[in-house]
């Protein structure tokens, strides 16, 4: 059986940021990244930011010591980077403003980090030492006047409040504010091109060891920040920077760490890593004492579950918690533990499984938890391993003594029915309840029944009545206080799927059934009976498939393995009794043309389509063929081109039936022309002979009197026509002919001729 293993909380904490991944504890956001061997905070780029802490609370009671590299390269300066302390109680972790706040103070508009206690700046472009940006004090007299080169300690805040100026040094400046001049040294290790430097003789090298040790006579810290550097080749240096500055504000019981950087307008690769944090007052802290344990017992061939508490370990420090329980076959093996403090705050996982020949051991996630599996054969058998407690200050006690004594397990009991007969699983009706009794013939000195693995309070009778579902056992002890497990009895209260036909199931088909079943989600006649009722029929199962009267029903369903069915629910089935009928006609627009046979349709011709469908229908959908549409009942539309369309009106009623129908529509002809039969000079209307056309771009227009003599000609597109004169002079009454001569606008030659009246 594996169990899953959890990092401890606590010191120390040890990462090194050398490899693809963390621990699940180091959270990093923003633009952090994990880049080659170090977690890269900002890349060398303008406005980036990132972030990282470390997701486990630190005691705050010993103070707190740690170590890491940073390396600042690569640009034209950036902004810099910080190390952060927080309340580990704040609910929501909130980085700070970036910018010259460096991710820890408040900046104009923007809250600081959430919680905060200290924040240490390294502080590159000059803003995190001054009051631009809304900060809280600065160097004496720099105002908001940059201060480049500096490290600089400020101290609690939360939101806009806080994160005041505690101290600043002036890394490349001398006077009381900064270093001696040989001491000098810039916060960013090399500027365009450069690379990390890793390697202490080399010049660029950075590492940073803050100190916090509790003042010993007031509240807070006195905070120590000695820089390890070189900037010489082969020079390495190691000065202090602050020494036990007062920090006098009270810490919060619990902190935790993280870093963040920014770059602003100008820019550097920020990194970090080998980060070690220790407590800092290491001599005050003393190791568990832990003791040897002999008379515990456990029952073979079961998981027997032990925890080591304070009762068997005495933890010797303030908010001591167990952190980390390890297992040993001797107890040589823990004298040749190394003493290297990151090692010591892996916990080792080897160390966490014990197999031996009488039963295996194994450590769990809770604090000083562990489980013991003894085989059938260690029954009467004792078996002794040696454990070591490591508290969360990474304090271990020295090793002890554990004795197992393996006693026998009793026979399980067996759950059956009242009368006897055997069972495995039940399915039941709301409100019903069984009666189930454990059987066996050996005697047993308590009993418990359980559901779901959780006792039942209460229930120490061999005879117990399940009315909720869950899975049922009986835990029989002898004894020797070692107990074995029934069978497992499951009740099941199975429901019935639930449904919601708000709307009416429909069939659009006059005289064909509708399919009920097609509007039941999940539809599963091999596991539920489905029961339709009304209209003085009734419908099981398949039948729900051919529903042929229309009327209210009611819908029941249930389990196949019970008898109770489910509340109904309410069906409406609608068979329509008259089919939906789709149909229209179509015209140009204001001259009753449609199609060849009365002139033709043209391409700039409106067409108007008149809707002749079923009254019932209120949606209508047209397809004109040319791939526009409408929903309009009656709409009216331009093809714009010469061709055969299928117009498509789809219509719906109410109930969602749909009806469909198409018809063609031809555009045969670029040209329309229509001669009168007729004409009266003498009336208002119609006082000249022209015909109507459409579509020409040139015409000639010939009028000849009955003895085929030329009277009228023109050739103008625009002309009126004749008048009925020759030579200023009405002509009579009668029967005259034309002839006319035209080019359509695609081309086509138009020649027509025929006879007309002249009417007095």
């Known amino acids: 059986m594996k169990v899953e293993l959890f990092a401890q909380s606590g010191f120390p904490y040890c990462e090194t940021f050398d490899s693809n991944t963390t621990k699940s504890t180091t959270v990093f956001g923003a633009d952090a990244q994990l880049v080659n061997g170090a977690l890269r905070l900002t890349n060398n780029s303008v406005n980036q930011r990132g972030y ?47 910018g010259g706040s460096l991710g820890y103070s408040k900046r104009v508009n923007e809250p600081g980090l959430a919680g905060a206690y200290l ?37 609690p805040g939360n939101g806009f409040q806080g994160y005041e100026f505690i101290k600043g040094k002036k890394t490349m400046q001398s006077g009381p504010d ?38 010993p006579s007031g509240v807070g810290y006195l905070i120590t920040l000695v820089m390890d550097y070189t900037v010489e080749l082969n020079k390495h240096r190691t000065i202090t920077i602050f020494q036990d500055v007062p920090l006098p504000y009270q810490a919060p019981p619990f902190l935790k760490i993280g870093f963040s950087a920014s770059t602003g307008g100008f820019t ?11 407590v800092a007052n290491d001599d005050d802290l003393q190791n568990p004492i832990g003791e040897d344990i002999s008379d515990w017992e456990s029952c073979a061939g079961k998981d027997n579950s032990f925890f080591i508490t304070n ?95 393996t006693v026998e397990a009793p026979e ?86 639930m449904f919601s036909l708000d709307e ?30 009304g209209m003085g029929i009734s419908f099981l199962n398949e039948e729900l498939t051919d529903v042929s009267v229309s009327g209210s029903y009611e819908l029941k369903v249930k389990p196949k393995s019970l008898e109770c069915y489910s509340n109904p629910i309410e069906v409406e089935v609608i068979i329509l009794e008259e089919a939906l009928i789709a149909d229209f006609q179509f015209e140009v ?22 809707n002749l469908s079923d009254e019932s229908a209120f949606k209508w959908n047209w397809d004109f063929g040319d791939g526009k549409t409408s929903d309009e009942k009656n709409p009216s539309h331009v093809f714009g081109a010469k061709g055969t369309y299928e117009i498509q009106l789809s219509i719906a009623n109410e109930l969602g039936c749909i009806a469909t129908i198409t018809k063609q529509l031809l555009i045969t002809k670029s040209y329309r022309l229509m001669f009168p039969t007729g004409f009266t000079p003498l009336e208002e209307e119609n006082k000249t002979f022209i015909p109507k056309y459409k579509g020409l771009q040139s015409m000639e227009l010939y009028v000849f009197n009955t003895w085929g003599e030329l009277i009228f000609k023109t050739d103008d597109i625009s002309s009126p026509g004749w008048d009925g004169t020759l030579d200023g002079k009405l002509l009579d009454a009668g029967v005259y002919a034309y002839r006319f001569n035209g080019i359509a606008i695609d081309g086509e030659k138009v020649v027509e001729a025929g006879k007309f009246r002249l009417i007095r």
């Open 178 to 215: 900064g270093l001696a001049s040989d001491q000098f040294f810039p916060i960013s290790s090399g500027g365009l091109g450069t690379q990390r430097v890793t390697d202490l003789s080399q010049p660029g090298y950075r590492k940073a060891n803050i100190t916090l040790v509790p003042n």
């Open 52 to 98: 990282v802490y470390i997701d486990i609370p630190f005691s705050s009671a010993y103070g707190i010591k740690t170590s890491f590299e940073y390396f600042s390269y690569g640009g034209d300066g950036a902004d810099g980077l910080a190390f952060f302390l927080f309340d580990a109680s704040v609910p929501n972790f909130a980085i700070g403003g970036f």
């Open 412 to 497: 399980p009991m067996k759950i059956v029915r009242m009368d006897g007969s055997e069972i495995s699983e039940i399915d039941l009706c709301g409100g019903e309840s069984i009666e189930l009794k454990g059987v066996s013939d050996a005697s047993y000195s308590k009993i418990e029944w359980r559901k779901d693995g959780e006792i039942i309070e209460g229930a120490t009778l061999a005879t117990y009545t399940a009315n909720q579902s869950g899975i049922y056992t009986l835990e029989a002890y002898n004894d020797k206080g070692c107990s074995a497990t029934s069978n497992e009895v499951v009740v099941n209260f199975p429901e019935a799927p």
């Open 268 to 278: 550097n690769f920020h990194e970090i890593r080998n980060l070690k944090v220790e």
């Open 589 to 610: 627009q204001g001259l009753g043309i449609t199609g060849d046979q009365d002139g033709g349709i043209f391409p700039d011709d409106v067409i108007q389509f008149t």
């Open 504 to 533: 009416p199931i429909v069939g659009c088909e006059p005289g064909e059934a509708v399919d009920v079943t097609l509007y039941l989600e999940e539809f599963d006649v091999s596991s539920f009976d489905y029961l339709l009722t």
């Open 119 to 155: 924040g240490v700046g390294f502080d590159e472009f000059g803003n995190f030492g001054n009051t631009a940006e809304n900060k809280s004090g600065g160097f004496p007299g720099a105002g908001e006047s940059l201060v480049p080169d500096a490290i600089v300690i400020r101290g």
């Open 311 to 405: 009762e068997e370990v005495q933890l010797l420090n303030e908010n001591a918690t167990i952190g980390c329980l390890q297992f040993y076959k001797t107890l040589d093996e823990i004298e040749s533990i190394s003493e290297d403090v990151c090692e010591q705050a892996e916990c080792s996982d080897t160390n966490k499984y014990l197999v031996l020949p009488e039963g295996i051991f194994q450590v769990t996630d809770e604090p000083g938890g562990f489980v013991f599996t003894p085989n059938e054969e260690a029954t009467g058998k004792e078996v002794t391993i040696y454990y070591t407690v490591t508290d969360n200050y990474g304090k271990r006690s020295q090793g002890n003594a554990l004795t197992l004594r």
